[in-house]
């Protein structure tokens, strides 16, 4: 008997022996090429890649998945007490695998066998499973994720591990980390968090996807309140606590990629772009760069809106043209009205149907909101509007008539706008487009089209650098190029053909923008030496030297012809547009700095009240400065006597220039204060005409007005910064003879040193010289105040020697 009971005990032995080293030879299989855990020691995340404004307003993102790395000591007690309730309450006490939730996760198994097994994985074993091995739901690869983990908690500590799990464990809405999630969730950084928000992003790792707060909204709040029964259990909160964040309703948003605030989608498009082609893909989505761009966010929306509201003048000139879609309101009307997306691309703007025609029209948005518009808003319309019309419409915003609608239409014109500092070349506002929603196309900088008349104060400048004044004569009056053999002669027009001045100085061609004179001026002084302006102050790369290209023929981009115009008001220095002020790496390591200027004095350790330090004028000096002065000066003249008279309202020294091309094809005003630079383009994108009589004087200049107008409305007037080497006298506006002090009327005219009246200079006018070859589309001058009818014989004088530049 003895005997039998040794066998069995020995066979007993032998089994359990034979088990043991079965399950010893498995594990080492399985274990055997387990990866490495010693590159979790320097992990080094994909992270977001993030925009700021030139505050320090968070514009944009780019990444693949958004991500941001936050070390553990940033991150809130709160939080990791509500992911350690949620996730691994011992984490703290055991080895990397915690036994006890194993045999209590094995039992629930075999409780409810039809369930998906559950894991009882600890934050160590989560951490080998998404940093180390794959999702898939075997033995062997529990086997493996606990052995890791073992290791893992052997090597690390366990703070590390934490905040390896914290930064990478996904959240849903392509959220990586708690930082990007409390963010994309909720738009607060993790220390601003409610406690019930920080329960209810806790709750998200075990299926992000079930607890949707959009989709499972339902689910998401009982997953968020049983983490705070747990936080609750577990001595991190009180009861009061718990009850009080457990009766907060679940409330989130949706935050997008790219631009993340209003209207700056086609600044941060261009950003990206720059940082695609210098940085390529990896850095651009996952190599957390922090862009410092130069954004203004309050100039940005001050183009916004006024670039938006003269498209929207421009439409309504022309009518109404068309719904975007109609339904039959004798049918089921309520599913294509709130099928019909909304492309406008303007938050305020909705999608509504006609259910009564007529004065005071009734609408029903897709909301079921019901509104009215008036009779007096449908004038523009021609009362076309008929039962079943799908429209835009947008709110009055009048607290006293809250169901008060405008009729919207996104209009067929679009265009552009650029706001600059004239003395660094950063960008301060721009905008692409009507909406980046409705086109992403970017008008600002993508789109090339022809300036007009924009173009003649680079001409004019060319004839002033040599030696001409802005009272020398130039002849208005028909002018013929020849352009070659077996072509006909080129005969440009001014605006309105046959109204012609006679000799004329250059201030006032400019300012009423007459193309003879800019012709005849231009086939004088050659357009190699015009180009040669151009070329430098970055309006062109290699302008043909064809002559109607003295009035604008040649396509440019607004970005250009605006940083041109800038460079006039910064005294004729070459100034180099951005968008970006500086780059840092995701260590904050400065890689880019757009100001590469040296200054040692920079990085003072503190500030005991010294003066900033000055830093060296590294800008060329592309045009003489007093003739940048002196074109400020004449357009200047161009907002109070010229084509530019609908700016002159602002009543503060403003200058700038309008210009049309052929056919209205293109309208454009750019033009500047003593401190900031901006430039407006309208046109079709399929270069069809805007209509007859849409100039830059009534399509692009109101929006300029408008701009600056709120710009500036917080700056004292100041006038424009008068260089050494101008003399100023008085002269007669039309005539250009000097007056004396106080005649009513003159103005002070701009001369460098030694070309005043009295100064014994001499210079040539123009009164008709032959033609040079042309070719190209012309550009069309706009209609000016009758002229007045005084004019002065012009005096007969011949050309100086020309003058020194102060450069």
């Not at 009818?789 to 005096?795: D, I």
Request: charge should be neutral; proline fraction near 7%.
């Amino acid at each position: 008997m003895k005997t039998v009971r040794n066998i069995i005990l020995s066979s007993i032995a032998g089994v359990v022996l034979l088990g043991f080293l079965l399950a010893a030879t498995y594990v080492y299989w399985v274990t055997r090429d387990l990866p490495s855990y010693e590159n979790l020691a320097h992990y080094t995340p994909p992270v977001t890649t993030r925009v700021y404004a030139g505050s320090g307003m968070l514009i944009g993102e780019y990444a693949r998945e958004r991500r941001l790395y936050v070390p553990i000591d940033q991150i809130p007690d709160r939080v990791k007490q509500a992911f350690l309730s949620a996730e691994d309450k011992n984490f703290y006490s055991h080895p990397g695998v915690d036994i006890f939730g194993i045999m209590r996760a094995a039992l629930n198994d075999v409780r409810s066998p039809d369930r998906r097994p559950q894991g009882a994985s600890t934050i160590t074993q989560q951490v080998a499973r998404n940093f180390l091995l794959s999702s898939e739901v075997k033995f062997s690869r529990k086997i493996r994720e606990m052995v890791l983990a073992m290791r893992i908690d052997n090597a690390f500590s366990k703070d590390h591990i934490l905040e390896l799990y914290l930064n990478e464990i996904f959240l849903g809405e392509n959220s990586y980390g708690v930082a990007a999630a409390a963010t994309n969730y909720f738009g607060k950084p993790l220390d601003e968090l409610s406690l019930s928000q920080v329960a209810f992003l806790a709750g998200l790792p075990k299926a992000p996807a079930n607890y949707s707060p959009t989709r499972h909204k339902d689910a998401a709040i009982a997953r968020r309140n049983y983490v705070l029964d747990q936080m609750r259990d577990n001595g991190y909160i009180t009861r009061e606590q718990r009850d009080g964040a457990e009766a907060e309703d679940l409330v989130t948003y949706n935050r997008p990629f790219g631009a993340v605030v209003a209207d700056v989608d086609y600044f941060v498009e261009e950003v990206r772009r720059f940082l695609q082609q210098k940085y390529g893909d990896q850095a651009l989505y996952d190599g957390g760069l922090q862009v410092r761009s130069t954004l203004d966010p309050r100039l940005q929306d001050i183009a916004v809106r006024s670039l938006r509201a003269g498209l929207v003048a421009y439409d309504r000139r022309h009518g109404w043209r068309a719904p975007i879609a109609h339904a039959d309101l004798g049918g089921d009307w309520q599913t294509p009205l709130k099928r019909t997306p909304n492309r406008s691309g303007v938050p305020s703007w909705k999608v509504a149907i006609v259910t009564t025609p007529g004065p005071d029209a009734k609408v029903v948005l897709q909301d079921g909101t019901q509104g009215q518009i008036p009779a007096s808003e449908l004038g523009w319309a021609h009362q076309r509007l008929k039962a079943g019309d799908i429209i835009y419409v947008e709110a009055m915003g009048d607290a006293g008539a809250p169901s008060l609608y405008w009729l919207r239409e996104v209009p067929v014109a679009n265009g552009g706008i650029i706001a600059m500092d004239p003395f660094t070349g950063h960008v301060l506002a721009l905008s692409g487009g009507f909406s980046y929603g409705s086109s992403q196309f970017d008008r600002a900088m993508q789109a090339e089209r022809q300036p007009g008349s924009t173009f003649k104060p680079f001409v004019y400048a060319t004839a002033l650098d040599p030696g001409y004044t802005p009272v020398s004569k130039v002849l208005d009056a028909p002018f013929a190029a020849y352009q070659g053999p077996g072509l006909p002669l080129w005969t440009p027009e001014n605006y309105e053909a046959g109204d012609y001045l006679g000799p004329t100085t250059l201030r006032r061609g400019l300012e009423q923008s007459r193309n003879l004179m800019t012709a005849r001026l231009a086939s004088t002084i050659g357009m190699m030496p015009i180009a040669a302006t151009a070329e430098r102050m970055g309006v062109y790369d290699k302008l043909p030297l064809y002559l109607a290209n003295s009035l604008g023929a040649q396509v440019t981009t607004l970005l250009r012809l605006t940083t041109g115009y800038a460079e006039f008001v910064n005294g004729g220095r070459k100034l180099r547009a951005t968008l970006i002020d500086r780059i840092q790496d995701r260590d904050g390591k400065t890689i880019y700095r757009f100001d590469t200027r040296p200054c040692p004095d920079c990085n003072q350790p503190d500030w005991k009240g010294q003066d900033e330090p000055l830093l060296e004028e590294d800008q060329q000096q592309v045009l003489d400065p007093r003739t940048a002065y002196q074109i400020v000066s004449m357009l200047e003249g161009v907002i109070q006597r010229g084509t530019g008279q609908a700016i002159k309202v602002l009543n503060r020294p403003l200058a700038g220039k309008t210009g049309t091309s052929s056919d209205f094809r293109d309208a454009w005003f750019v033009g500047f204060s003593p401190d900031l630079v901006a430039g407006v383009f309208i046109g079709k994108d399929n270069f069809q005409t805007l209509g007859n009589g849409e100039q830059g004087a009534l399509a692009a200049a109101p929006i300029f007005r408008d701009f600056m107008k709120e710009a500036l409305a917080s700056e004292p007037p100041t006038p424009f910064r008068v260089p050494q080497g101008i003399i100023e006298v008085p002269v007669n506006p039309i005539t250009g003879n000097e007056v004396q002090d106080g005649t009513p009327g003159a103005i002070l005219e701009a001369f460098k040193a030694g070309t005043e009246p009295g100064a014994g200079y001499a210079v040539s006018d123009i009164n008709d010289v032959p033609g040079q070859a042309a070719a190209g589309a012309t550009a069309a001058d706009e209609p000016a105040p009758p002229p007045a009818t005084a004019t002065a014989a012009p005096r007969n004088n011949s050309i100086g020697s020309g003058t020194g530049g102060l450069y």
